[in-house]
T-cell receptor
Framework: DAKTTQPPSMDCAEGRAANLPCNHS???????VYWYRQIHSQGPQYIIH?????ETNEMASLIITEDRKSSTLILPHATLRDTAVYYC???????????????WGLGTSLAVNP | DVKVTQSSRYLVKRTGEKVFLECVQD?????MFWYRQDPGLGLRLIYF???????EKGDIPEGYSVSREKKERFSLILESASTNQTSMYLC????????????FGPGTRLTVL
């Protein structure tokens, strides 16, 4: 399983873009990059995922480098409610066979400041 | 609004007690999961179920069992609670086509005294 590396913490000013990096240099061709976040005292929340093309949804954008060894989650206009721990996870898409689990690291604790 | 609900937000039990944690989802998902989350260790999978009456062990199944009698409900059972099972327990569900897009409940913080 590909491992991911994230900075333990980041700060961002309210209203500015938050750019959260993730390194996954050992990612293999069929592995997707997933992002979740966990607001304090809540369960994790799925945000977005991608394989090699950039992806955007109502919550965030995901930029994956051409060599796929790193990615960046972008929250375009961070609000105080975006303060959370953000997890980057690399996994095959359907976890067929014996690989039926997400592997969770410790994520990046993002603090959005007023 | 889709939901995963857990029976309790906070629970305090004594060592040796049998503990039941219940999880219900309203999304008709086949897959359901039980995790525990501890500081410095992240989320770890205890068990998951991919269909009624079907289950697979996760990373840390010792001391736990599960039950899935109905599609919407997945129960985690601590046969004889111990202090090292004090933790946050999180339930999740997903569809087969979107296995890794998991919807989580709010969690149950269990304290075993």
């Amino acid at each position: 399983d590909a491992k991911t590396t994230q900075p333990p913490s980041m700060d961002c000013a309210e209203g500015r873009a938050a750019n959260l990096p993730c390194n996954h240099s050992t990612i293999s061709g069929n592995e997707y990059v997933y992002w979740y976040r966990q607001i304090h005292s809540q369960g994790p929340q799925y945000i977005i995922h991608g394989l090699k093309n950039n992806e955007t949804n109502e919550m965030a954008s995901l930029i994956i480098t051409e060599d796929r060894k790193s990615s960046t989650l972008i929250l375009p206009h961070a609000t105080l409610r975006d303060t959370a721990v953000y997890y980057c996870i690399v996994r095959v898409s359907n976890n067929a066979g014996n690989n039926r689990k997400l592997i969770w690291g410790l994520g990046t604790s993002l603090a959005v400041n007023p | 609004d889709v939901k995963v609900t857990q029976s309790s937000r906070y629970l305090v039990k004594r060592t040796g007690e049998k503990v039941f944690l219940e999880c219900v989802q309203d999304m008709d998902h086949e897959n359901m999961f039980w995790y525990r989350q501890d500081p410095g260790l992240g989320l770890r999978l205890i068990y998951f179920s991919y269909d009624v009456k079907m289950k697979e062990k996760g990373d840390i199944p010792e001391g736990y069992s599960v039950s899935r009698e109905k599609k919407e409900r997945f129960s985690l059972i601590l046969e004889s609670a111990s202090t090292n099972q004090t933790s946050m327990y999180l339930c999740a569900s997903s569809s087969p086509a979107r296995f890794n897009e998991q919807f989580f409940g709010p969690g149950t913080r269990l304290t075993v005294l």
